[in-house]
């Protein structure tokens, strides 16, 4: 077979492989940056009403 030209596709296959792994780790970073900032924040306590109060 032709050597040179499977040596040059397994290096392109390896960077290609390495390539997916460093941007999938990286969209993953950015979904738990954006999960976490777009959480709910807790609401002021002044306006809920307790549990033990009664509702009328």
């Known amino acids: 077979m032709n050597w040179p030209l499977l040596t040059i596709f397994g290096i392109l296959a390896v ?3 390495a390539f ?5 780790q990286k969209d993953e ?3 738990e940056d954006q999960i ?3 959480y709910p ?6 306006g ?7 509702m009328k």
């Not at 809920?48 to 009664?54: L, M, S, T």
């Open 15 to 17: 960077a290609l492989i």
């Open 20 to 24: 997916l792994v460093i941007r999938n």
């Open 29 to 31: 970073k950015q979904l």
């Open 36 to 38: 976490k900032n777009d």
């Open 41 to 46: 924040k807790p609401k002021n306590d002044e």
């Open 48 to 54: 809920d009403i307790e549990v033990n109060e009664v």
